[in-house]
């Protein structure tokens, strides 16, 4: 990568504007002094083309010449002269579809070509919702009450670890007073790569469920539940988006269900549950913790793979391959081990495994993991 | 007559072909220099050498014997916004490079990714914008971020006068991109270069960062 100073650039050029042809296309090749020490690769290779070209024209233009000069004395004409005219036609075509394309990197090495468009609108990317699995509250009754984020194709939300970039949504629940709420869950996350970066999160739609009490008692008209959502939608970049939502049930005595029940329903379950015939061991070993993961169900559940999101960050290396194993358990029953990598800049290990685990089980099964971490 | 012409219009071909091939091949050498090398905590932090924004190359090694912090940037990311928006970047580059030590802002957004510009955008977009680091340099095939594991916009490393890495991971403990949060945060290239030059030892070596994904071409 050896790099051409401009005068030396500048010397070449006039060297070579004896040819009128080679001049044509070097008039539309910009020489910005500005750009002057940017860019030498390109600059160079054009400097390198020129050149060969040059001493090949010539070299081919006196061959031509010597031929037509040999034949008119010999026989008076040539009748071979178009061919070689033709090739050099073609010889010429080539070199100035080079040189555009050469043009064209240099051009957007330079900016010259159009920048990146605009940030798209932070309400293109994700569309925020409140929606409720009840179209009217009953009082004393529990319902369910949801933030539903629809994501355009291609772009992703973060989960609560947000994995190697980004950050969780957020949402601030704001019901009338006498109303309780309790936030349910966060759904398991997908993972997502981005280049060398694999984020967690959600693609398409995330639904965020909250469970609201309202209080026996209860007079007159409609409720209003609002809730204040923020996000960070990403794809190739990232883009914060909010909004501030609002829905108006109605007060009835008898609660009637809403579309939005299937949905919501589907959502919970991807509630991580506890823990329940699944025993869960973390312990160290090398740079990793080893998950070993026993079933007391019978023994016809097979377990093809799995994942472990951890609560915190820092502590897994997000884009490491975890490698699940198969091993003999007590009673014929299968046992599995799963290899889960240490975040590699970590400089300790943390006391519990606290996180979700996500696992294969014909359809995905999310678990609650809280267990301390043993050092062997 | 006509073996010479055909013999005649392949050397014309090889002609084309040669400095053509020669070009192609010149690009990838770049990325083969530092393949092998990787930036890890305690450990000497891998040399590198990149174009800056002001037409000079700037090597990790013409700054031995100072301290040097590298800012991993793209101007158009939330959370960087929050820090220049905010001046809490600017004063912090003020602050030490007035003490004498070496800034480096990187951009590794590849070629038509957010936050790629060329240098002279870059320029007006940091004399808009009041920075003052040692250095702006752009690192469009993303060696250098690679290199160093960088993930996120921002992302911290510090580097001691002995050229050992003492610091990677966040700029701050307030991993969202509220300006609001600079105030109360423990800023992490604070408490590394405060401990540090006054030769008590780093008490976090590593956090994660967070951010925006570094935009490294696919």
Known sequence: MQQIPCADRDGVRRRGAAWASVARTRASFPMRRSGCARHYKVRSSVVLKRRAFLVMMRWYMRACIRIHRYKTARVGSWPRAPRCAAIAALLIACHLANTACIFGATARAQGLTPQLPADPDPSELVRAQLVADVDAIAPGKPFRLAVRLEIKEGWHVNWLNPGDAGLAPGVEWRVPGGFKTTVICWPYPARFETGPLVIFGYAKELILITEVTPPAQMSGGPVQLSAEVTWLACEEACIPGSASLNLMLPVEQASRTSPWSGPIEAWLGRCPRPAGAWNVDASVFEDAMLLDLQTAEDSSVKLSGAFFYPYDTGVIENSSPQLLSVLEGPQGRSAYQLRVPFWRMATSTPERVRGVLVMDLGSPRAIEVDVPLRRR | ?218
């Open chain 2, 1 to 218: 007559m006509k073996f010479g012409r055909t013999t005649a219009f392949l050397a014309l071909a090889a002609a084309v072909a040669v400095p053509y091939g020669v070009i192609a091949g010149d690009n990838h050498s770049h990325d083969a220099k530092h393949a092998d090398k990787h930036a890890a905590i305690d450990q000497k932090a891998p040399d590198f050498s990149l174009a800056g924004i002001d037409g000079k190359t700037y090597s990790l090694a013409d700054f031995k014997g100072k301290y040097v912090v590298l800012e991993w940037n793209n101007f158009d990311c939330p959370f960087v916004k929050k820090f220049y928006g905010s001046g809490k970047m600017q004063s912090l580059q003020n602050e030490y490079t007035d003490k004498g030590v070496a800034w480096l802002t990187i951009c590794s957004s590849a070629e038509g990714k957010q936050g790629y510009y060329d240098a002279e955008t870059l320029k007006t977009m940091n004399a808009d914008r009041k920075t003052s680091p040692t250095a702006y340099l752009r690192d469009a095939d993303g060696t250098v971020g690679k290199m160093y594991g960088a993930k996120t916009t921002p992302h911290i490393f510090i580097i001691n006068p002995d050229g050992v890495l003492i610091y990677a991971g966040a700029i701050d403990d307030k991993p969202d991109f509220d300006p609001a949060t600079i105030e109360g945060a423990n800023n992490y290239v604070v408490t590394t270069l405060g401990s540090a030059i006054a030769g008590k030892p780093v008490a976090v070596k590593t956090t994660e960062p967070y951010g925006c994904g570094v935009k490294y071409s696919n």
